[in-house]
């Protein structure tokens, strides 16, 4: 299973960045996948979560402001994140679970400036 985030950087305020992790070692269309951040200091977080039917669910701090989407065909799961705050900067993680298994991409850094 290999997991591979990418798509993180600088931004300002305001801005917008679109993460992309492209999956692979493992049947993509059948899993349920998620994005978790992890702030200095702070513990992981759960921001996204899309089934397999493509069914949504956002941590608050998040809702109106990202979206998560999936292509099957490409095995990717993406992260539309717009009107960035400083509060979202953190290393963010594309995750797949599968039973007790819990499979972690290598993060990207997102950086939102004031």
């Known amino acids: 299973v290999q997991l591979q985030a990418f798509g993180g950087g600088l931004v300002q305020a305001g801005g917008f960045l679109r993460l992309s992790c492209a999956a692979s070692?493992?049947?993509?269309?059948?899993?349920?996948m998620d994005w978790y951040r992890q702030a200095p200091g702070k513990q992981r977080e759960l921001v996204a979560t899309?089934?397999?039917?493509?069914?949504?669910n956002y941590a608050d701090s998040v809702k109106g402001r990202f979206t998560v989407s999936r292509d099957n065909a490409k095995k990717t799961v993406s992260l539309q994140m717009n009107d960035l705050k400083p509060e979202d900067t953190a290393v963010y993680y594309c995750?797949?679970?599968?039973?007790?298994?819990?499979?972690w991409g290598q993060g990207t850094v997102v950086t939102v400036s004031s």
């Open positions: 899309i089934t397999s039917s493509s069914t949504t």
């Open positions: 070692g493992f049947v993509f269309s059948i899993n349920k």
């Open positions: 995750h797949r679970d599968w039973g007790a298994s819990h499979y």
